[in-house]
């Protein structure tokens, strides 16, 4: 044999084969889209969309089932000028952006929570029309010249429910005008069967 020549043994050959086999890195599969995942992925689009509006309208039948129990809802000038139209008996109160109807806010607002009857806040503050405050101030109770806010009034069957005039005052008992306080709030509801 010739001394350049050099012999190899096919168990040698298999296992250097092998080694190299071992060596290679796996390659990724590339995933081909198809018609299929891109039908399944549409699907879920449009599953997500069908739970995202059913989850739209169970909340907002949620606020309406809880507004139509009670609470706090606020009315408009149109709203409250036909107030003297509401036959079962319905607190009203009349606020504006002032400090002391600021005052007022989270008390009603809490009693308007807690309580099975409803509450229909108006606010005034937008309203700079000298005809529309005397509308205002007409529809249930016919003042000289100014609307005090805040005022709550119990009204029932289109008019205020206890038009006795207080002594001090001269307010009509089933109306509340100014400043107050929780405890007198709750005095005020309690005697108007509002609370």
């Not at 059913?54 to 809802?73: D, P, T």
């Not at 010249?145 to 805040?150: F, I, T």
């Amino acid at each position: 044999m010739n001394d350049k020549t050099e012999v190899i043994d096919l168990k040698d050959f298999d296992q250097m084969a092998k080694k190299k086999k071992k060596a290679r890195k796996p390659r990724k599969k590339v995933v081909k889209e198809t018609k299929e995942s891109n039908y399944k992925l549409g699907m879920w689009k449009y599953f997500i969309a069908i739970i995202g509006v059913a989850i739209a309208s169970l909340i907002f039948f949620i606020v309406l089932f809880y507004n139509s129990r009670g609470g706090l809802v606020t009315i408009s000038l149109e709203d409250y000028l036909k107030a003297n139209k509401i036959q079962e008996r319905t607190l009203i109160y009349i606020g504006s952006d002032d400090t002391i109807s600021q005052e007022l806010d989270p008390i009603m607002q809490g009693f308007a929570k807690n309580s099975d009857k409803q509450y229909q806040y108006f606010d005034i503050s937008d309203i700079t029309d000298p005809k529309d405050i005397t509308k205002i101030q007409n529809v249930f109770v016919e003042t000289q010249n100014s609307l005090v806010v805040p005022m709550l009034l119990v009204v029932e069957n289109g008019k205020i429910v206890d038009e006795r005039k207080d002594k001090n005052t001269g307010v009509p008992t089933g109306m509340m005008v100014g400043y107050l306080d929780e405890a007198t709030v709750i005095k005020f509801l309690e005697d108007n069967d509002m609370y």
